[in-house]
């Protein structure tokens, strides 16, 4: 299914924020500094199109953190997408 998603960074500052990662970061770490939730991994990988997520994120590479606020929206027209 997630090689079916398709979400693409928007270069947009109002919605994303640049992260550089330290040393300690993982997906899933990641995924609970920014939403509180160590589930939410998968969306941290597709937005930044990384493809492999069990190749732990490298020290210094700056990613692209989709804001808490529009996840919701995300989610949701994910969960549209599958019930069509």
């Known amino acids: 299914m997630l090689r079916a998603i398709n979400i ?14 330290k040393p300690s970061d993982t997906w899933a770490s990641l995924s609970h500094k920014f939403y509180k939730t160590i589930d939410l991994w998968w969306l941290i990988c597709t937005y930044n199109q990384i493809v492999d997520a069990s190749t732990m994120p490298e020290t210094g590479t ?7 606020e529009y996840v919701g929206y995300v989610l949701q027209q994910l969960l549209d997408q599958t019930w069509r």
């Open 8 to 21: 693409i960074s928007s270069n947009n500052q109002d919605i994303e924020e640049v992260y550089p990662i």
């Open 62 to 68: 700056i990613i692209k953190i989709l804001k808490p």
